[in-house]
Structures are given as C-alpha cells and as structure tokens.
C-alpha cells in the first residue's frame, strides 16, 4: 500500500550532509569487514572527526554526573558559564560576562538558533564548512556567497566584502569560519580589523566559527574576531575538534557585546522552543573540560603538535603530485585540494561537475572518500576536495609522539608513515587516480 505521508517540499530539497553520508558508508564498510575479509578499505578522508580520545579528566566528570538527570537551565548551568568565563579570559584574553554565555547542544545547533533568531541575509566565503548550506535552506534564509580566491590563499578579501554588502540594503551576517574549514587557513590580527572596518561600515554582524581555534599549530597567532570587533560578533565553539568529544554535542555562543536584552530572552526562547536544555550531566563534564588543568593543557599541545605533522606532510605530499595544489593548513585537519588543471581530462571520462568529482575518487581502485561540489558551496565548474586528516589511531600517535616527539623534517615524515599509515596509502591512491588521467 502505498504511504500517504507527504514530506515538506523544503525538505526534500535538503540532502544528507556528504561527510555524514560518507562516513556512516565507511563505518557500515568497516564494520561487516570485521566480521567477514574484505578486498578493499575506503580512505576515510571525508568526516572531520577527531581521532584522539577525549580527555580522562573529561570522561570521570561525566562518570561522576551521570546521576543528574533533572532538567536545567535553558542557558546552560551557571558553573559551566563562569567556566567557560574564565576560559575566554585564559586563552583568548578576552573578558566576557556570563549572561552573554549561551550553552547549547554542539556548535551546529547554536549556529541554527543565530539563524533562526537574528535577522539578516547570511553572507558565507567559498568553499565552507558543509552545514551551513543545509541549515540556510531549512530555514528559508536568503544567502549570497563570496568565492575565496587561490591567489588570495582562500581568505576573504575585504574589498569583495565590501562589494558584497553594498549591493543590498538591510542587516546582514556574515559568517567567518576561522580557522577555516576547509582550507585550514588562519586569518592574521591585520585581516581580521580589515574585515571588521567593512563590517562595522555597513553595519554588518559577524558570526565567528571559531570551533578550531585551538587547533591553530602556532596558537600564540590565534586572535578571535570577539577581540576585533566585540559589539558586532556573535562567537561560537564548543569541545567537538579541539577536546575531541564531538558526540558530547556540547558548545556555546557569546553574544555580542552590545546586546540587548531582547536579543539574549530571544535567544533563550528558541533554544528552550528547540531542545529545552542540553543533557545536563555533560554541562557537568563540560565543566572539567573548561576549568584550568594541566592535563587539558598538555593534551591541546601535543593534539595540535600532531594535527600539524600530518597537516604539513599531506600538503607537501599533494602539492608534488603533478599539477594538483593543495592548501598549507596552519589550523584545523583539513587541507583543500583544487583539481582544476584537470578539468579537461575529468570531463572527458564523465566526470562533468565538481559534485561528481566524489564519485570519481571514491570509485575503484581507488576507494577516497572526500567532500567536494555543492557540499562544500563550490560550483559546479570547480574542482576541488575538502581531505580531513584524522584516519589513523589518534591515542596511539599521542603515545608515540609523548614517548619520542619527531624534531627533524625527517622525524616528522617517518611519524606519519609509521603512525597515520592511511593517509600516506590513500595519498598514494590519490597519486594513482591523477596518473590514470593523464
């Protein structure tokens, strides 16, 4: 019998988020291959999961609240908002009162209620963190995009903002993803008051992504946009990337800091509309992963020291593959990819859009799993692939690493083939897929 079930239109529209797709398509893969052999392994290049473990001191604090099970303020607990206070103060120099804090479940979902509650065309730079596309479309938003140059090292021109927000009238929100997803680029203090200066001109709203900011190798070069620009900047983050607990779904935003009132009970009345609180026995370990600890110290400096190695080997490892170009990461553990100077031969063996450069890449032999095409914003004539770095034994190469740490460029390059030996094999693979084009 047929359903008579109809699904929004706007819905349908949407469609799954690639990286989850994918990924969920490997761990289905890998998991039946425990049970049975397998010919082949996909190169998980394509889910930006962090491969360490989450933090010990983490992991007893929610052990220690798994007790709490009463509902809690919509906000956030008020020790996880001094906590997270205090952090913005250490590590960012930023002095933020905690009724600007706003608690949710996970960046995403944080982003998702900015959305929702402020008013505004959003303005995203190309190529991007694949959720905001998605999230734009459900919620009706009108959008305009800014494509990062190469030339440029894929980072916002202000001169292009500028234009951008001059076309149109009205309130708008410009989202900044620093450091960027998916190029691992950092902006530098000068960049960021360049872009502010347009912004604060047209009076525009900036939403700053900053969920990698402690991933950035050289953290001293770290500034957040909420430095530059505080009256006009909603930041988020959240424990996801930099303590590796993404399935905690723990993050907050700090508004701006010349909110007012209104906004902050708008904020709390669609967040208490949407999830009521989050879980609040992970406010509690969210607690241990934001008050001051040696150990969540130790475990941001060799996690980043390793996000490095890796990040500088695929790169250098890339760039000498014929005429491809591959991003320098200073930040995150993805790199960019531009495949354009094989556009020609691509289209030649069916491969007529950068959407089907996926396909492409994770067809046989060649098994890689990355994000490319509208996923990550680009068009459809621009080839490029958006790698995460992170398939291999994230606790094992922390091992090693504590035990030896690689000095020399020599040292480094035999620590990613002894320690991440999938990102060297599928890197190879990569070799072989452009080798086959021409």
Known sequence: MESKIRIEPYVEKISMPENVRIGNLISEHRRKCTK????????????????FPVPSVVQHALCEHANKGTYSSTVGIEPLRVAIASFMKRYYGLEVDNDRI????????????????IEGDIVIPTPSWIGYGPLISLKHKNSRTIKLNPSKGYKL????????LSEKKGQHILVLNNPHNPTGVVYTREELTEIARVCDKHGALVLADEIYALT?????????MGAIYPEGTFITNGISKDRSAGGYRLGYAILPSSCPEKVKIAFAKVAATVYTNVSTPIQYAGIAAYEHSEEIDHYFSVTRAIHDIVGTYASKRINKIGYLHATMPHGTFYLFVNFNAYRREMMIRGTTSSNELA??????????????????MLEDTDYGAR???????????????????PRTEKEREEFVETHAPRIVAGIDMLELFINDLT
């Open 36 to 51: 049975n052999s397998c010919a082949f392994d996909y190169y998980g290049f394509a889910f930006g999961q962090s491969p």
């Open 102 to 117: 706003f608690v949710g479940p996970g960046t995403k979902e944080i982003i998702s209620i900015i959305f929702d509650t």
């Open 157 to 164: 021109d202000p001169n292009d903002l500028d234009r951008v």
């Open 216 to 224: 950035t190798y050289d953290f001293e070069r770290f500034v957040s």
């Open 359 to 376: 396909h492409a890449l994770l067809s046989h032999p060649y098994h890689l799993a990355v994000v490319t095409g509208e996923d990550i």
């Open 387 to 405: 790698f995460a770095l992170v398939d291999y034994d994230g606790a094992a190469a922390m091992d090693a690493y504590e035990d030896q740490a």
